[in-house]
Each structure stands twice: as C-alpha cells, then as structure tokens.
C-alpha cells in the first residue's frame, strides 16, 4: 500500500509563480525525501528533512514537516518552465526504521506555464 | 558516465516469455533496489538487496526473481512474462545505511504483448 500521498494530483501555474505540493504519510518515520521526475525518466533526488526537522532550504525549494500531522510540504518559489515535472514523496519504508527501500507516493504533476 | 545504469532502456516481450532486466552502477553502494512504476500508481518496491549474499522480497515481488552477481550489478528477471507486468522498472542504489538518498537508473519500458 502506498505509504505517501501527494496532494494535489496535478497542478498548473503560471511561470514566475509559487508551486506547493503536499504528502501525507500514515506510519512513523525517519526521514521524507522529496524526488522529482521528468517524463519517462528515473528520479532525481531533491531534498531530505530528517524526523527532528521542520523546515529545509535548498536553492529555490522549501520544505516542511510536520510529524504530528504525518504531512509535508513542498514549495517551489519563483516557477521557472523547467520545473515542469513530476514530483514524489518518499518515506523510509513502513516499519519507519528500516532501510528496506523507500515508500513512494503517486505524486503531483506539476506544469508550468510559459 | 551515469552512475546507475540499465540495459535495455527499452524491451518488446510476449507472454510467456523469460527476461532479464539488468542494472550495474559506479558508486560503490551495498544496497540495491528494484522497483515499478504503472501510471498512478508511483513507485513499488519489487526486491532489494543489502549486499551480495543478502537478497529481500519487497511489496510486489511475485513473478519477479533477482540475482546479486556483484556489489556493482543486480539483475531483476521475469520468468514467464504476462501483460500486467508491462510497466516502467528503476534500479536505485543507496549507501550502506540505507535511510539517505537513494540513486535511480533511467529506467527500463518494458511492453508484455
């Protein structure tokens, strides 16, 4: 079952604008990575935020945990038309403390208009 | 050179058929994934290995076997080919913790006529 749930399924803005994505997860974890796709092709991995963290920055990426929520968020600022991707939520497996793979969400697809 | 690499990147199969999906990487990482990617659905885990003598089942590992031939390489066959094995598989590969980021290959379309 999935462990990760991106919200929405697809998005659509206007270059220049904010993107925020959502996760949510059902067990405990370690940490959630978030990864991106572009089509057809293998994952890139973008950002880590650790159990005992809330907020991450990387470049133009945010990211947000919140474990009593079992949620995180992930903010694109400033959209640029490269950024047109697919983008997962990864969890480190159900048991939350083993490295047995990583629990993908379905993802949001993620467009951004000229 | 990419650092995980696949072969083929793209395969035509009937059903029945036996395959081998093949996966090598440069990072000299323990631990090796296998996983599937269907539309809508993201990704599952089909096999992982923690090193060569160490081989683990994941979500979705029936119809799938694997063989760890070398810390570098890590194969994922289908013994007998149906269509709703057609799908996208990634190799990934992470340190030896396992619980940092993990590094995928570009990916395998395989069509099951």
């Known amino acids: 079952s999935q462990q990760g749930e991106e919200d929405p399924q697809a998005l659509s803005i206007q270059e220049g604008e904010n993107a925020t994505m959502n996760c949510s997860y059902k067990?405990?974890?370690?940490?959630l990575q978030w990864y991106r796709q572009n089509s057809g092709r293998g994952l890139v991995h973008l950002i880590l935020?650790?159990?005992?963290?809330r907020e991450k920055h990387s470049g133009r990426l945010r990211v947000t945990l919140d474990t009593s929520k079992k949620s995180s968020s992930l903010l694109i600022t400033a959209s640029r038309a490269a950024d047109t991707a697919s983008y997962f939520c990864?969890?480190?497996?159900?048991?939350?403390?083993?490295?047995?793979?990583?629990?993908f969400g379905k993802g949001t697809h993620l467009i951004i208009q000229p | 050179d990419a650092d995980v690499t696949q072969t083929p990147r793209n395969r035509i199969t009937k059903t029945g058929k036996r395959i081998m999906l093949e996966c090598s990487q440069t990072?000299?990482?323990?631990?090796m994934y296998w996983y599937r990617q269907d539309p809508g659905l993201g990704l599952r885990l089909i096999y992982y290995?923690?090193?060569?003598?160490?081989?683990n089942k994941g979500e979705i590992s029936d119809g799938y076997s694997v063989s760890r031939q070398a810390q570098a390489k890590f194969s994922l066959s289908l013994e007998s080919a149906i269509p709703n094995q057609t799908a996208l598989y990634f190799c990934?590969?992470?340190?030896?913790?396992?619980?940092?980021?993990?590094?995928f290959g570009p990916g395998t379309r395989l069509l099951v006529l």
């Open positions: 990934a590969t992470s340190d030896e913790t396992g619980l940092e980021t993990q590094y």
């Open positions: 067990t405990s974890i370690n940490n």
């Open positions: 935020i650790r159990s005992n963290e």
């Open positions: 990864a969890t480190d497996g159900n048991s939350g403390g083993g490295a047995d793979g990583l629990t």
């Open positions: 990072k000299g990482h323990d631990r």
């Open positions: 290995s923690f090193d060569v003598k160490d081989i």
